[in-house]
């Protein structure tokens, strides 16, 4: 079983950057892929950034590539998202999640076992 608790979230204006934190509890952390995901009010959950679990693989779509950076810290138990040059469109909760076993499944939904509640991010014109 593992527990994420996601934190760093807030409002920002556009431009501005920020840092998302995930800390995960379970003696595992080392072995599972992490990954975040956000989802805006009335679409569906969005890929955002997946890592192996030796961080040595990161994985992002194409229109986030420029912008944000996924790293973990295996002694600390801890995902992080950076998010540079914030955008009205890149407002939404987002999510941190962690599979259930060494395998990557990338930027699939169904891949990831467990879930936080969500952090909000709100970028402001």
């Known amino acids: 079983q593992v527990e994420l608790v996601e934190s760093g979230g807030g409002l920002v204006q556009a431009g501005d950057s920020l840092r998302l934190s995930c800390a995960a509890a379970g003696r595992t952390f080392s072995s599972r892929a992490m990954a975040w995901f956000r989802q805006a009010p009335g679409k569906e959950r969005e890929f955002v950034a997946a890592?192996?679990?030796?961080?040595?693989?990161?994985v992002y779509p194409d229109s986030l590539r420029d912008r944000f950076t996924i790293s973990r810290d295996n002694a600390k138990n801890m995902v992080y998202l950076q998010m540079n040059s914030l955008k009205p469109e890149d407002t939404a909760v987002y999510y941190c999640?962690?599979?259930?076993?060494?395998?990557?499944?990338?930027?699939?939904?169904?891949?990831?076992?467990?879930w936080g509640q969500g952090t909000q991010v709100t970028v402001s014109s």
């Open positions: 890592i192996t679990s030796s961080g040595s693989n990161r």
């Open positions: 999640a962690a599979t259930y076993d060494n395998s990557f499944p990338g930027q699939s939904v169904q891949g990831y076992q467990y």
